[in-house]
């Protein structure tokens, strides 16, 4: 992940740029973790449209409701 990232994804969400989200999942034990979203400036609702499920990750593809 490049750093800021969550930043640069916040900053579209709260234009309303986005669309789609794709989160992978890759089940780990860490501890700690850096954030996917950060300052969303309103609730989101999100429609689950796909799930495919790999050797080593889940992904999850959801629809962003406007």
Known sequence: ?????????????????IDEIIVSIIPAVLGSGIPLFTSIQKETQLQLINITKYDALVELHYKVLK
């Open 1 to 17: 992940m490049v750093d800021g990232w969550s930043e640069i994804i916040t900053t579209f969400m709260n234009s309303g740029f």
